[in-house]
C-alpha cells in the first residue's frame, strides 16, 4: 500500500498498480487512488480541503462519514470541515494547475481566500484594518510576480492601502 500524508497542497499523477493501492490522507479527506492525475489542497485557514480530478478516476471520503463518493475527470470534491459538508463541483483546470508554473490565479475569489493564497504563496501574514467597503469578486492573474506588484494591483481595483514590513503585510480599508 502507497499512502501520502498531506497538509498543504501537491500534484499528483500515479500509474496504475493494482497490487499496490495510492492513499492521500488529509486532516479531514482520504483519496484513493487507481491511476489518475489529480491536485489536492487542504487550506487550514478555511478549513477546506479541495481534490481536482484532471484524468482517471478516485474515490473521497471524509473521515467524518462513512459515505464515499467517486470523481470523474472535472469534478472537485470540497469538503468544509466547520460544515461537515461535501460539496461536488465542475472547476477551471488551470486555476486549479497553473501554481506549478508559478501562476497566482483568482477567479472571482473574496477577501478571505485572497488573503490565504497570498500568505500561502508569499509565506507572509496579513492583518486587516476596517472593513471592505463591498463584497470582494477579485479575478487576476500573475505569473513570478512580486508580492508589492500584486497588492499594488489588488488595492487600485479593490481600494485599499496597505504596508508591507519584513513578513508582515497589512491592509487598511
Not at 73 to 91: M, N, T, V, Y
Amino acid at each position: 500500500e502507497r499512502t501520502v500524508k498531506l497538509s498543504c497542497e501537491a500534484f499528483f499523477v500515479v500509474e496504475p498498480d493494482p497490487l499496490r493501492s495510492f492513499t492521500v490522507e488529509t486532516a479531514s479527506l482520504t483519496t484513493q487512488v487507481l491511476g489518475t492525475s489529480f491536485n489536492v489542497k487542504e487550506d487550514s485557514n478555511t478549513l477546506t480541503t479541495k481534490v481536482s480530478l484532471l484524468t482517471g478516476s478516485i474515490q473521497i471520503q471524509s473521515k467524518e462519514s462513512r459515505g464515499e463518493r467517486i470523481l470523474v475527470p472535472g469534478q472537485e470534491g470540497i469538503f468544509d470541515a466547520k460544515e461537515s459538508s461535501l460539496e461536488i463541483r465542475g472547476f477551471d483546470q488551470r486555476a486549479t494547475t497553473c501554481w506549478m508554473e508559478g501562476w497566482l490565479v483568482f477567479r472571482n475569489s473574496q477577501f478571505a481566500e485572497v488573503k490565504s493564497l497570498l500568505e500561502d504563496w508569499y509565506g507572509v501574514t496579513i492583518s486587516v484594518e476596517g472593513t471592505a467597503r463591498r463584497r470582494w469578486n477579485y479575478s487576476g492573474d500573475f505569473q513570478h510576480e512580486t508580492l508589492q506588484n500584486v497588492l499594488e494591483s489588488m488595492a487600485f481595483s479593490e481600494t485599499f492601502t496597505y504596508q508591507i514590513k519584513d513578513k508582515h503585510i497589512t491592509i487598511k480599508f
